[in-house]
């Protein structure tokens, strides 16, 4: 049948042109839906008829529009400008090679009708409507007039509300998709974690993603079991591409890098990228002869922090966003996580930060990570994150939630001792710096405690440090005034 809102109603293929007379509906081989081949190469593109030359990536996004806005046509083998039948090869196993390109693409199967044509042979696919939106790639597609777009976002949040989460979505990848590496790691992870767990052998691969809910019941592979242990899951889903780079001063983007692979596969890369990208420090305590006879090398940032940023990047992703890529931006001073999110009907930042609410977005890929043993399931990460902060006396990590996405920061220590002598501080303002660096204030009477020295000493030092910006006054006059560093929160 043709594609059509009102079955009872004919629409025509392009709106601005009356339909002509039907000879049948195309339902069987050989058939067209206009009464001869020259009406129906002179129709007009529109939301239900495409032309195509042939098979390319637009070929496989009109397959996906067609299927979410109401079915169409898509004529294969003529020229969509002059409408010149150049023919499509169906010699040998070229037509079989076509549905199957078809199918594990996009999980689809229209009817595909040869039909001869001035000398050659033109196919004729009739895409039928899908009750759920069909993707390519990852990517979600809609007819509009004779154009094909992606579907905004938040209207494909909307379509997917009812039913069921992005993660348990299919999109025809099978067993041999999954990297035997992978999850082969990742149940070492968990036997080493509960011992004597009966977990199926590393050959039933089924079995194990049964147990973690990411077949549906009829034996399909999801997406969350795809983007977690998949062979290149960026080959299908575009939306799982992590961009990384340093840049500098002049904002000149320094080694950039598309990283590519499965969830642990990228939280390993972009966790190698970001150790070797950032300088090292040395262990300023004195211990010198620390592993063999060199200084001590510390990374810029904790590691664990980094983890877990990267972490809460990769299983929080809102990923039916397929046009915002999750970033990560390498500053002098500065470490950016950029992330495509969009916050559900009673949940704001506030309440996440405030409350510790442990909301998932993605509860199914949260929770192999949980079992892996990378990350609690109550929704803790930010909390560990500024624990690992603190624990360095760095800065507490910026969030920030805007129509863009989710951003996470983590600065460099702005306090190291090299620092604060090139301001010409004396040691008791540096001592103080360091002692409130993990949060915390002091009063003028604690400052003179610690530092035996007298008020009009103790008012000097510390006023002094509020006019550069180090200290934050707070209170009007006396033993309610205290003073804290302007990052501690």
């Known amino acids: 049948m043709i594609p059509n809102e009102d079955p009872s109603v004919q629409l025509p293929f392009c709106n601005q042109h009356p339909p002509v007379e039907m000879i049948a509906e195309p339902d069987y081989p050989g058939q067209y839906p206009y009464a001869s081949l020259e009406e129906f190469l002179s129709r007009h593109e529109g939301r239900h008829l495409d032309f195509k030359e042939t098979v390319s990536e ?50 689809i199967h229209p009817v595909i009708d040869e039909i001869p044509a001035d000398g050659r042979t033109i196919l ?24 094909v777009r992606e579907i905004d976002p938040d209207e494909l949040r909307r379509k997917f509300l009812e ?11 099978t067993l041999d ?13 968990i036997r080493g974690r509960t011992a004597g767990s009966g977990i199926p052998d590393i050959k039933d691969k089924e079995s194990i993603l049964r147990r973690l809910g990411l077949i549906t019941p009829d034996g399909n592979i999801t997406h ?113 996580f950029l992330n495509p999110a969009c916050f ?19 509860p199914k890929i949260a929770d192999v990570f949980a079992k892996a043993g990378y990350v609690e399931k109550f929704g803790t990460g930010l909390e560990r994150i500024r624990a690992e902060l603190s624990r360095v006396g760095y ?32 040691e008791r303002q540096i001592a103080s710096i360091h002692h409130l660096k993990s949060g915390g204030s002091i009063s003028n009477q604690e400052y003179q405690r610690l530092y035996n020295v007298k008020k009009s000493t103790a008012t000097r030092d510390l006023t002094a440090m509020v006019q550069r910006g180090i200290f934050r006054k707070e209170g009007t006059a006396g033993a309610g005034v205290r003073y804290s560093l302007r990052y501690a929160k």
């Not at 992590?242 to 990283?259: A, S």
């Not at 559900?344 to 993605?362: D, M, W």
């Not at 805007?402 to 090299?418: A, C, H, N, Q, W």
């Open 344 to 362: 559900p009907a009673g949940v704001t930042l506030e309440k996440i930060l405030s409350q510790h609410y442990p909301y998932h977005r993605n």
């Open 163 to 173: 039913d069921s989460s992005w993660e348990d979505l299919v999109g025809g990848c």
């Open 224 to 336: 969350a079991a795809y983007i977690l242990f998949g062979k290149n899951p960026q080959s299908r889903l575009r939306n799982t591409e992590l961009k990384i780079t340093r840049i500098n001063e002049e904002t000149v983007l320094i080694n950039p890098k598309d990283l590519s692979g499965n969830l642990f596969q990228l939280l390993e890369r972009a966790e190698e990228y970001l150790l070797t990208a950032q300088a090292v420090v040395y262990d300023p305590s004195g211990n010198v002869i620390i592993d063999s006879f060199r200084r001590k090398e510390i990374p810029e940032y904790p590691i664990a922090a980094l983890r877990e940023a990267l972490l809460n990047m990769l299983i929080h992703r809102d990923y039916f966003d397929s046009r915002t890529p999750s970033v990560i931006r390498m500053y002098d001073d500065h470490i950016q």
């Open 124 to 147: 004729i696919l009739t895409v039928s409507p899908q009750k759920k939106p069909i993707s390519y790639r990852g990517v979600y597609y809609t007819r509009v007039g004779d154009t």
């Open 58 to 107: 637009p070929f496989f996004k009109l397959l996906s529009a067609f299927s979410n806005t109401g079915g169409g046509f898509v004529v294969l083998g003529v020229n969509d400008k002059t409408r010149r039948v150049t023919g499509f090869d169906c010699r040998g196993e070229k037509l079989s090679e076509l549905a199957n390109r078809i199918s594990d693409g996009l999980g």
């Open 177 to 189: 998709d999954i990297d035997d590496e992978t999850l082969r790691d990742f149940m070492n992870l």
């Open 395 to 426: 800065p507490p990590p910026e969030v920030d939630y805007s129509p863009i996405g989710f951003s996470l920061v983590l600065r460099k220590d702005p306090y190291t001792r090299e620092q604060l002598a090139s301001l010409g501080l004396n």
